[in-house]
């Protein structure tokens, strides 16, 4: 089956493959730095929250504990 004139033109030559292939390299390799730095910042981000939820138990601790001490000494709350 021959290929018309408009078909023919849409083939790509060997060079024009051989550029967007090298263009394509490029895109990967900056593509793996962005994953790269998503994942490090998604990393960041988990830890963030578990620093935060052990900040908050050890706030929630202490909070009773004053409490405690409070009511054993009398003292309350000021206003």
Known sequence: MPLTP????????KEEFNELRKDVR????????????VEGI??????????M???QG?????????TGLEKKQGITQFA
């Open 26 to 37: 490029k895109i990967d390799g900056k593509m793996d730095k962005l994953l790269g730095a």
């Open 58 to 66: 050890a706030h929630d601790r202490f909070e009773e504990r004053i």
């Open 6 to 13: 408009e078909e023919f033109n849409k083939l790509v030559t």
């Open 53 to 55: 939820t052990a900040n």
């Open 42 to 51: 998604a990393t960041q981000h988990k830890n963030f929250k578990l620093e």
